[in-house]
């Protein structure tokens, strides 16, 4: 009978500390599925940041005396990407 007490002790606290693990490993699945949402916001940012000073050295390059061949590569570049934007769409 005591051995009987005493499985079910145990079997009870098995239990619990299931219950509490559950509990847990739910709590973890939303602080991950919250930090995935947060990554794909930073990268969206990130991108967009990236975009906005590829276009901010352009313009700086533009106007800059010293960088007149560099502003003359990335216009090349530009060019270069619409005439093959061009070249697909005609296809």
């Given at each position: 009978m005591?051995?009987?007490s ?6 009870h606290?098995l239990?619990e500390?299931y219950q509490a693990?559950?509990q847990?490993?739910?709590?973890l ?6 930090q995935?949402?947060?990554l794909i916001?930073t990268?969206?940012?990130?991108l967009?940041?990236?975009?906005k ?5 352009t313009?700086n ?5 010293e ?10 570049a ?6 093959r ?7």
């Amino acid at each position: 009978m005591k051995a009987l007490s005493e499985l079910s002790r145990n079997l009870h606290t098995l239990l619990e500390r299931y219950q509490a693990l559950q509990q847990e490993n739910a709590a973890l699945k939303e602080d991950i599925e919250r930090q995935r949402q947060e990554l794909i916001r930073t990268h969206g940012e990130l991108l967009e940041l990236q975009q906005k000073n590829r276009r901010l050295a352009t313009a700086n390059a533009m106007t800059s005396a010293e960088n007149a061949e560099e502003a003359t590569k990335r216009i090349n570049a530009l060019i270069a990407q619409v005439d093959r934007a061009i070249a697909v769409l005609k296809k």
